[in-house]
């Protein structure tokens, strides 16, 4: 590959619902400016883009993929990413080190979820944007009918703007006319041929809104255009490049990537209306100061690393987006996160998983670094003399969990290594310990990003793991004041062992906690043996009382007991002590404890209702709603034990239009009807004696 300097450089996330053709494109583009030389097919698994074997055996895309292609003196950074919505964590990555996306829409089903989530992200950063209504040469495509639905979602006329119209739909679909040059383009090639006649009045109009578009994106322009002065096609050109770079014109193009047409103008115009790295700073930390990184190759090195994948043969590979300066082979860098100053061994263009190795990469470019050990997805690494932090992108709280543990022996001891292995490769899989109910638990965004993480937790790292629906973490606590006394003894010959405990329980606020305290008088029980008694309670604390799950909010006070000169032991006061709180509890009205998550759901309007209607059937209780564009959104209190398997739930009550984002809010106690079940399910074994 040529080398490119910074202003030749395009980085370009692609994004879109499932199966719109992203990484068909990429493999299209790749063979049409000759850097492969045959067209691979997703059916197949045998494109560039889709290299991992879960990716191939599923048929969609799972990882974010770097497909640099070469195209009129510049370097098109595409980075393909998943459509399938559990996989948001590689299109957050893919977003944040691009300066643009390219959005791809399916001719005939229109703006879908995916479309809808995509554009969400990418006016949440106010990026620069570019849509091509792909697959024109399927049954039933039809342009016009897209770019409504797209203006429903996301804007009027004037924002989500053709820059072509396609001549010809479906099995008729044979090019495209281009608006900003009034000129026809047929067939793969782009044959440069004549407007046909029967399109001339369409493509008027569109070339006036657009002209329109152009003056309303630039003060001078609008001056000139409402004074009836006609705008040069520079003028044009120039009006539509500032409206898309702020994000106030959606330029939409078409074309057909299984018939290879339009591809030519596409990369034209992503190459003339998104933006180079030098034109999009970003934010970074130095010191605690917040500056900016200019993407000028001349300052101090700092790269980010945005993917990170742990190879069998290879070891560990990081994706890294250069912010300043320019990165050579064998820099010596420092790790800002922990100071560790590392040497770049390896440097490496990347295709897919095709590693070509390279000197130096400018600003704004990418590339892969080999054997740098615990870097990992987000870090930082730049001049030792220019320590910054880049700013990290947000990843969303996990959805969906599945408790894990070692399928055999030999897996128990690799299981840890393995778990963490697969979190720093995937920033969106969490691994958590619950002390409550004893589990592992394996966090993702839905059933298949976890399916994925069990899959590559045995193919990669070599351990197999058994899996269970993860057990709800209640409390347990009391409702109310209770005593109870409890003599432990054993005289029956040999050391003996003599206690008495006499114990009041007392509830306490929510989240204040455990306290422990001492009424005894007249040397009833000695001082010492007082730790003894709280040792004890402890003990039953962790076990639990009632159903094996963890005692909170509960004080505890002795206030009398006995005791014998021999035979009371710190171990004798120890089980008295457990025994009278256990009894203590069972008088106190005892009470289980559910965590309770605050949900937020996010549907098209006309599914409102029926989340409405479930959330009733989930025990929940909806504490808000509003309205955002042709979606609604609303949040409801509900308890964890509900909303385990929410995630397959929505998504066949609003054939997968909906997403829901939860996180915990607060524990509260379980409805008595409920308490026997989940007593039952987690029976507790009988007291020692
Ligand atoms: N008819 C037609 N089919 C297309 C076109 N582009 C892609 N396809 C097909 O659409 C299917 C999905 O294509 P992909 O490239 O995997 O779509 P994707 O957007 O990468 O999907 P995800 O990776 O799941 O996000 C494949 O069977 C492609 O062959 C097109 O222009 N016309
Ligand atoms: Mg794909």
Same mark, same amino acid.
């Given at each position: 590959?040529?080398?490119?300097?910074?202003?030749?450089?395009?980085?370009?996330?692609?994004?879109?619902?499932?199966?719109?053709?992203?990484?068909?494109?990429?493999?299209?583009?790749?063979?049409?400016?000759?850097?492969?030389?045959?067209?691979?097919?997703?059916?197949?698994?045998?494109?560039?883009?889709?290299?991992?074997?879960?990716?191939?055996?599923?048929?969609?895309?799972?990882?974010?993929?770097?497909?640099?292609?070469?195209?009129?003196?510049?370097?098109?950074?595409?980075?393909?990413?998943?459509?399938?919505?559990?996989?948001?964590?590689?299109?957050?990555?893919?977003?944040?080190?691009?300066?643009?996306?390219?959005?791809?829409?399916?001719?005939?089903?229109?703006?879908?979820?995916?479309?809808?989530?995509?554009?969400?992200?990418?006016?949440?950063?106010?990026?620069?944007?570019?849509?091509?209504?792909?697959?024109?040469?399927?049954?039933?495509?039809?342009?016009?009918?897209?770019?409504?639905?797209?203006?429903?979602?996301?804007?009027?006329?004037?924002?989500?703007?053709?820059?072509?119209?396609?001549?010809?739909?479906?099995?008729?679909?044979?090019?495209?006319?281009?608006?900003?040059?009034?000129?026809?383009?047929?067939?793969?090639?782009?044959?440069?041929?004549?407007?046909?006649?029967?399109?001339?009045?369409? $493509?008027?109009?569109?070339?006036?809104?657009? /002209?329109?578009?152009? *003056?309303?994106? !630039?003060?001078?322009? +609008?001056? @000139?255009?409402?004074?009836?002065?006609?705008?040069?096609?520079?003028?044009?050109?120039?009006?539509?490049?500032?409206?898309?770079?702020?994000?106030?014109?959606?330029?939409?193009?078409?074309?057909?990537?299984?018939?290879?047409?339009?591809?030519?103008?596409?990369?034209?115009?992503?190459?003339?209306?998104?933006?180079?790295?030098?034109?999009?700073?970003?934010?970074?930390?130095?010191?605690?100061?917040?500056?900016?990184?200019?993407?000028?190759?001349?300052?101090?090195?700092?790269?980010?690393?945005?993917?990170?994948?742990?190879?069998?043969?290879?070891?560990?590979?990081?994706?890294?987006?250069?912010?300043?300066?320019?990165?050579?082979?064998?820099?010596?860098?420092?790790?800002?996160?922990?100071?560790?100053?590392?040497?770049?061994?390896?440097?490496?263009? $990347?295709?897919?998983?095709?590693?070509?190795? /390279?000197?130096?990469? *400018?600003?704004? !470019?990418?590339?892969? +670094?080999? @054997?740098?050990?615990?870097?990992?997805?987000?870090?930082?690494?730049?001049?030792?003399?220019?320590?910054?932090?880049?700013?990290?992108?947000?990843?969303?709280?996990?959805?969906?969990?599945?408790?894990?543990?070692?399928?055999?022996?030999?897996?128990?001891?690799?299981?840890?290594?393995?778990?963490?292995?697969?979190?720093?490769?995937?920033?969106?899989?969490?691994?958590?310990?619950?002390?409550?109910?004893?589990?592992?638990?394996?966090?993702?965004?839905?059933?298949?990003?976890?399916?994925?993480?069990?899959?590559?937790?045995?193919?990669?790292?070599?351990?197999?793991?058994?899996?269970?629906?993860?057990?709800?973490?209640?409390?347990?606590?009391?409702?109310?004041?209770?005593?109870?006394?409890?003599?432990?003894?054993?005289?029956?010959?040999?050391?003996?062992?003599?206690?008495?405990?006499?114990?009041? /329980?007392?509830?306490?606020?929510?989240?204040?906690?455990?306290?422990?305290?001492?009424?005894?008088?007249?040397?009833?029980?000695?001082?010492?043996?007082?730790?003894?008694?709280?040792?004890?309670?402890?003990?039953?604390?962790?076990?639990?009382?009632?159903?094996?799950?963890?005692?909170?909010?509960?004080?505890?006070?002795?206030?009398?007991?006995?005791?014998?000169?021999?035979?009371?032991?710190?171990?004798?006061?120890?089980?008295?002590?457990?025994?009278?709180?256990?009894?203590?509890?069972?008088?106190?009205?005892?009470?289980?404890?559910?965590?309770?998550?605050?949900?937020?759901?996010?549907?098209?309007?006309?599914?409102?209702?029926?989340?409405?209607?479930?959330?009733?059937?989930?025990?929940?209780?909806?504490?808000?709603?509003?309205?955002?564009?042709?979606?609604?959104?609303?949040?409801?209190?509900?308890?964890?034990?509900?909303?385990?398997?929410?995630?397959?739930?929505?998504?066949?009550?609003?054939?997968?239009?909906?997403?829901?984002?939860?996180?915990?809010?607060?524990?509260?106690?379980?409805?008595?009807?409920?308490?026997?079940?989940?007593?039952?399910?987690?029976?507790?074994?009988?007291?020692?004696?």
């Amino acid at each position: 590959m040529a080398k490119f300097s910074t202003e030749q450089i395009r980085n370009v996330a692609i994004l879109g619902h499932s199966g719109s053709g992203k990484t068909t494109l990429t493999e299209v583009l790749l063979n049409k400016t000759g850097a492969t030389n045959r067209i691979g097919r997703v059916e197949d698994g045998s494109t560039t883009s889709d290299w991992d074997p879960e990716e191939q055996r599923r048929g969609i895309s799972i990882n974010l993929s770097v497909i640099p292609i070469e195209f009129n003196d510049t370097k098109l950074n595409l980075i393909d990413t998943p459509g399938y919505l559990d996989f948001v964590g590689e299109v957050i990555s893919a977003l944040h080190v691009a300066e643009s996306g390219l959005l791809l829409v399916d001719a005939v089903a229109g703006a879908e979820v995916g479309t809808e989530l995509a554009w969400d992200r990418l006016a949440e950063q106010n990026k620069p944007r570019i849509i091509f209504v792909n697959k024109m040469d399927r049954e039933n495509a039809n342009f016009q009918r897209a770019v409504e639905s797209l203006r429903a979602s996301f804007g009027d006329s004037s924002t989500i703007l053709p820059f072509q119209l396609p001549i010809g739909e479906a099995e008729n679909f044979q090019g495209v006319v281009n608006l900003a040059n009034m000129k026809a383009y047929i067939g793969a090639e782009g044959r440069e041929e004549e407007i046909p006649a029967d399109m001339m009045a369409d $493509v008027e109009r569109a070339h006036t809104a657009m /002209v329109e578009a152009a *003056a309303e994106a !630039d003060d001078e322009l +609008i001056m @000139k255009y409402l004074e009836g002065e006609e705008l040069t096609p520079a003028e044009v050109r120039h009006g539509l490049f500032q409206g898309v770079k702020n994000g106030v014109i959606t330029p939409v193009y078409c074309g057909s990537v299984a018939a290879n047409i339009g591809l030519e103008r596409l990369m034209t115009s992503v190459i003339r209306y998104t933006p180079a790295p030098n034109e999009h700073p970003v934010t970074a930390t130095q010191g605690g100061e917040t500056i900016e990184l200019t993407n000028d190759s001349s300052q101090p090195v700092a790269a980010q690393v945005f993917k990170t994948i742990i190879d069998r043969y290879v070891g560990r590979m990081n994706y890294v987006r250069i912010f300043s300066g320019t990165l050579h082979k064998d820099d010596r860098l420092t790790l800002a996160r922990t100071g560790d100053e590392m040497r770049i061994a390896n440097l490496f263009n $990347v295709m897919g998983k095709e590693l070509d190795n /390279v000197d130096e990469l *400018a600003a704004g !470019d990418i590339g892969v +670094i080999t @054997k740098l050990d615990d870097v990992v997805t987000a870090d930082t690494l730049c001049a030792s003399n220019h320590i910054v932090q880049i700013e990290k992108p947000d990843y969303p709280q996990p959805l969906y969990s599945v408790a894990v543990s070692p399928a055999t022996k030999a897996d128990s001891a690799k299981m840890g290594q393995g778990l963490s292995a697969l979190t720093e490769e995937d920033p969106t899989l969490q691994v958590t310990n619950i002390p409550a109910t004893h589990q592992t638990l394996l966090q993702g965004m839905g059933e298949a990003h976890v399916d994925v993480g069990m899959r590559r937790l045995d193919s990669k790292f070599g351990v197999k793991v058994s899996t269970a629906v993860p057990k709800v973490p209640y409390q347990e606590t009391i409702s109310k004041t209770g005593q109870a006394q409890y003599r432990h003894k054993k005289q029956s010959g040999g050391a003996g062992q003599f206690a008495e405990v006499h114990m009041r /329980v007392e509830p306490r606020d929510r989240g204040e906690g455990f306290e422990y305290a001492s009424e005894v008088f007249g040397g009833a029980i000695s001082g010492v043996f007082l730790p003894s008694i709280e040792k004890g309670i402890r003990q039953v604390m962790d076990q639990g009382v009632i159903a094996g799950f963890p005692v909170v909010d509960v004080k505890a006070v002795v206030f009398d007991g006995k005791e014998h000169p021999v035979d009371s032991k710190d171990i004798a006061f120890q089980t008295a002590g457990r025994e009278a709180f256990k009894l203590a509890m069972q008088s106190a009205g005892p009470a289980l404890l559910e965590p309770i998550y605050l949900i937020e759901v996010t549907v098209p309007e006309e599914y409102m209702g029926d989340v409405m209607g479930d959330f009733n059937t989930r025990r929940g209780r909806v504490q808000g709603m509003e309205q955002r564009g042709n979606r609604s959104i609303v949040r409801a209190l509900v308890p964890l034990a509900e909303i385990l398997r929410y995630g397959t739930d929505l998504r066949s009550m609003t054939q997968g239009r909906g997403i829901y984002t939860i996180e915990f809010d607060h524990y509260e106690p379980v409805p008595s009807h409920l308490v026997d079940n989940i007593v039952a399910e987690n029976q507790v074994e009988g007291s020692e004696e």
